[in-house]
Each structure stands twice: as structure tokens, then as C-alpha cells.
């Protein structure tokens, strides 16, 4: 039996790390295909040469990884201090307020149909572990899970590598094409066709229609690209 719960936790944690990296990949990935292309187009209307592009588009991608790997690692430790904060008002209840947590963990059992007998003896058994007690409010009371102490690092890493993966696609064609005009068309073209296909998988997962999800996708990366390179013309008139 233990052998089955032992390989049920571990499934569960990969599960979960599996997720939060996915999650991670989408949101540095969709930033990381759109904000690039969008500056590219724009400068594609302004400039003829292609290394201004790339000079340009490369201190975007640097500029723009940093900072969506720092919010990702700011998130993830924010996460990690409301945890441990709460842990410790918790650990204080316990300590101080026993009577009332009794309460809340008998109303807790209350709420999923045990009897009062069941409740009484069920209570009486989590409370005689600090730790394990603090843990069931922890995740019952708050419905908060133990953050891993490696996400905030690995939320930088995920998300930041993840844009510039996605920013070199719509910048690619200017490293092989002097002329602006021209490596925008390959751009385009490379571009909302990974969109469309980031979209229809990013919808996948988040269970939307996986081709109405492709299509919007796509057309917000479009619309952005068009609104940069309109602007950009009309001011280089």
C-alpha cells in the first residue's frame, strides 16, 4: 500500500511540474512570437536595411526575455511568501487558538457528509501532529498547495528562454535578407504560421476550441505586426 501512495505522490508532482512548465512555455513563447514580430514589421516600415532590424530586434529579445524572466521569478517567489506567511499564522492558531481550529477542521469534515462521531475521532487524530495539522489547513482551509522552492528560478528560466525561442522565429529572415521590405514577407509568413500553431495547442490545453483558439491567436499577432508597420510608415512619410 505504501509502495502505491509512494507512486501516486510522485506521479502527482510530475503532473503538476509538468503543468506549471507548460504554463511557463505559453506565456514566454506568446509574448515571445508576438512583441518581435510587431517591432520588426514596424522598423520594416521605417528602414530599408535589414541589420538595423536585427540590431534592434536582438536588444528587444534580450530586453524582453529579462523581464519576463524577472516577473516570472517575482511571481513565483510571491507565491512562496504568501505560503510561508500563512504557514506561520496558521502555526500560530494551532498554538494559540486551538479551539477555534478544532471548529474549522470538524466543519470541514461536517461539509464532506462525515458523522459527528467520525468528525470528533477524525479531528482528534490530525491534531495530534502539529505539522501534519497545519498542513491539512494549509491546503483545506486556504486551498493552498506547497509551492516547490526551485518554481520562482525555474519560472525565470522557462519563460525567458521561451521568448527568445519564439523571438528569433519572426527575426530569422533579416540575418539572410539585406533588404527589409523583403525579409518582412518570409517573416510574416513564418511567423503566423508558428502562431497559428501555438495557438491551436495553447488552446488544446486550456481546453478552448483548438482552431477558433488558433485563429485568434493568430490574428492579434497579425493585428499587432499591421498596427506597428502602419504607424511606422505614416511617420516616415
Request: hydrophobic residues 45%.
Amino acid at each position: 500500500m505504501d509502495h502505491v501512495n509512494n507512486h501516486q505522490s510522485n506521479h502527482e508532482e510530475k503532473h503538476l511540474t509538468s503543468s506549471a512548465m507548460l504554463r511557463d512555455v505559453v506565456i514566454g513563447m506568446s509574448d515571445g512570437l508576438t512583441v518581435p514580430f510587431a517591432l520588426a514589421a514596424g522598423l520594416s516600415g521605417a528602414v530599408a536595411s535589414s541589420g538595423i532590424i536585427v540590431i534592434a530586434g536582438i536588444a528587444e529579445i534580450v530586453a524582453g526575455s529579462i523581464a519576463m524572466g524577472l516577473g516570472g521569478y517575482l511571481s513565483g517567489k510571491t507565491e512562496q511568501d504568501h505560503y510561508y506567511n500563512e504557514e506561520k499564522r496558521e502555526a500560530y492558531e494551532v498554538d494559540n487558538l486551538r479551539e477555534v481550529e478544532i471548529a474549522e477542521t470538524k466543519e470541514f469534515f461536517a461539509n464532506i457528509g462525515l458523522s459527528e462521531n467520525v468528525q470528533v475521532q477524525a479531528t482528534e487524530e490530525i491534531a495530534q501532529d502539529k505539522k501534519r495539522w497545519i498542513d491539512f489547513m494549509m491546503k483545506y482551509e486556504l486551498g493552498l498547495e506547497k509551492p516547490d522552492p526551485r518554481r520562482a528560478r525555474n519560472a525565470a528560466l522557462n519563460i525567458g528562454l521561451s521568448y527568445i525561442g519564439g523571438g528569433i522565429i519572426p527575426l530569422s529572415p533579416y540575418f539572410f535578407i539585406s533588404n527589409s521590405s523583403e525579409a518582412l514577407k518570409y517573416s510574416v509568413l513564418a511567423t503566423l504560421v508558428c502562431l497559428f500553431i501555438f495557438g491551436y495547442f495553447k488552446s488544446r490545453m486550456t481546453g478552448i476550441h483548438p482552431m477558433m483558439g488558433a485563429i485568434r491567436v493568430t490574428l492579434i499577432g497579425a493585428l499587432a505586426a499591421g498596427a506597428a508597420f502602419g504607424v511606422a510608415k505614416l511617420f516616415a512619410l
